[in-house]
């Protein structure tokens, strides 16, 4: 069983930057390759990117190649997303997911945490 909690999201100003953060619980993290998520309301959830599990390869949506940065540290069982140049239409609650696969990018997600709400103004 892994549990894992993201933060990090708010309110932020076209333009800005924001890093999100998923921390997940017991001692297996690194077994998991790890994915971001989001939801726009009325929208289906849909795919930003993921990485595997020593953090070796990333795999990432292609409208968010170059904005968007996936990363992790193993030592501390947390997965970041950092977020640059962000638009508004990048308002979406961000969830992050734990997929026991080493095969990439996976549909197969195991675990899934409660999300963060990210809200861009213009």
């Known amino acids: 069983q892994v549990q894992l909690v993201e933060s990090g999201g708010g309110l932020v100003q076209a333009g800005d930057s924001l890093r999100l953060s998923c921390a997940a619980s017991g001692r297996t993290f690194s077994r998991y390759a790890m994915g971001w998520f989001r939801q726009a309301p009325g929208k289906e959830r849909e795919f930003v990117a993921v990485i595997a599990r020593s953090g070796g390869y990333t795999y990432y949506a292609d409208s968010k190649k170059g904005r968007f940065t996936i990363s992790r540290d193993n030592a501390k069982n947390t997965v970041y997303l950092q977020m640059n140049s962000l638009r508004p239409e990048d308002t979406a609650v961000y969830y992050c997911?734990?997929?026991?696969?080493?095969?990439?990018?996976?549909?197969?997600?195991?675990?899934w945490g409660q999300g963060t709400q990210v809200t861009v103004s213009s």
């Open positions: 997911a734990a997929a026991n696969s080493a095969l990439l990018p996976t549909t197969a997600y195991d675990y």
